[in-house]
Nanobody
Framework: QVQLVESGGGSVQAGGSLRLSCAAS????????MGWFRQVPRKERDRVAE????????????TYYADFAEGRFTISQEGKIAVYLQMTSLKPEDTAVYYC?????????????????WGQGTQVTVSS
């Protein structure tokens, strides 16, 4: 199993920026995507952004963004074992624990990263 370690969370005022990082312990050929999810207490874990890290030209660097992330968050990957989430114009409703995941790209239209491995999470708190 791949170990994922997140960093970069913290507290920021509304309108500010944070950059989350996630590093995998090793490359796993069975994993071809990475992504970020977030969760607040008593609610389900939501998708935030995902990126294809595999070798298929069809999906090369394909990304997914949740509606709330579009235009404010940017996901990027490095060497198939690290993923970043640049978050700008942060709002209090972005407050959550952010989890990194590695998984398998679903393929087809509306592709998404099916998560198999999870990090421990990093807290992001945005104050008004």
């Amino acid at each position: 199993q791949v170990q994922l370690v997140e960093s970069g969370g913290g507290s920021v005022q509304a309108g500010g920026s944070l950059r989350l990082s996630c590093a995998a312990s090793r490359y796993d050929v069975r994993r071809n995507c990475m992504g970020w999810f977030r969760q607040v207490p008593r609610k389900e874990r939501d998708r935030v952004a995902e990126i294809y890290t595999g070798d298929s030209s069809t999906y090369f660097n394909d990304t997914y963004y949740a509606d709330f992330a579009e235009g404010r968050f940017t996901i990027s990957q490095e060497g198939k074992i690290a993923v970043y989430l640049q978050m700008t114009s942060l709002k209090p409703e972005d407050t959550a624990v952010y989890y990194c995941a590695a998984g398998i790209w679903s393929g087809g239209s509306g592709s998404w990263c099916i998560p198999y491995d999870w990090g421990q999470g990093t807290q992001v708190t945005v104050s008004s």
